[in-house]
């Protein structure tokens, strides 16, 4: 069985879960969020959420884990939210924003600016002495994880300097130079 897919869901105060034609739909303080699900039978009891297969099947075994992650991750998303912290590293690597409107400059001869989704706020921080750092919060943990992802791509770290876009708290992978 699976490990992740037998564990119990735990819902919070203040959130509801409502189950409606294979569509789960999670509400709470920070928003809404629905996930279509198939395999899987899901009850509510008390304040906890249990999924069980319909066979053993391999394909329906894949989605117990999978679909007990997803609810989980929706349940945290309405009651906590998600953040991501993005630090840029690099001579003249700046970050700005005007509303949803995300202004980097990333060492290339223009600057990359960025329509970011309504859903995710973004929050530039910008201390003298220490790297820029792009905060991005949201309830939806998959749409912060792909805008961080889309951001990153724009320069990724690189293993010589280390210049680039990367995660807080990423190690990156040093490789030694040429030596004379």
Same mark, same amino acid.
């Given at each position: 069985m699976s490990r992740i897919g037998k564990n119990p869901v735990?819902?919070?105060?203040?959130?509801?879960?409502?189950?409606?034609?294979n569509i789960i739909?999670?509400?709470?303080?920070?928003?809404?969020?629905t996930q279509e699900y198939s395999g899987i039978d899901? #009850?509510?009891?008390?304040?906890?959420?249990?999924?069980?297969?319909?066979?053993?099947?391999?394909?329906? #075994?894949? #989605?117990?884990?999978? /679909?007990?992650?997803?609810i989980a991750n929706m349940i945290e998303g309405v009651s906590k939210g998600w953040t991501k912290e993005l630090e840029l590293v690099g001579v003249g690597y700046r970050a700005s924003n005007q509303g949803q409107?995300?202004?980097?400059?990333?060492?290339?001869?223009?600057?990359i600016i960025i329509d970011v989704a309504p859903e995710v706020k973004i929050e530039t921080i910008s201390e003298k002495g220490k790297n820029p750092i792009v905060k991005l919060t949201s309830h939806d943990k998959q749409l912060v994880g792909q805008?961080?992802? #889309?951001?990153?791509?724009?320069?990724?770290?690189?293993? /010589?300097?280390?210049?680039?876009?990367?995660?807080?708290?990423?190690?990156?992978?040093r490789k030694a130079g040429k030596s004379a």
């Open positions: 735990s819902i919070p105060e203040g959130v509801t879960v409502e189950v409606k034609d739909t999670a509400k709470g303080k920070l928003g809404e969020l899901i #009850k509510i009891e008390d304040a906890t959420i249990t999924l069980e297969r319909q066979s053993e099947k391999k394909e329906h #075994k894949s #989605k117990h884990g999978l /679909y007990r992650a997803l409107k995300l202004d980097l400059a990333l060492g290339f001869s223009h600057n805008v961080a992802a #889309k951001i990153r791509g724009f320069r990724k770290p690189e293993p /010589y300097k280390g210049k680039g876009v990367k995660f807080v708290g990423e190690e990156i992978r």
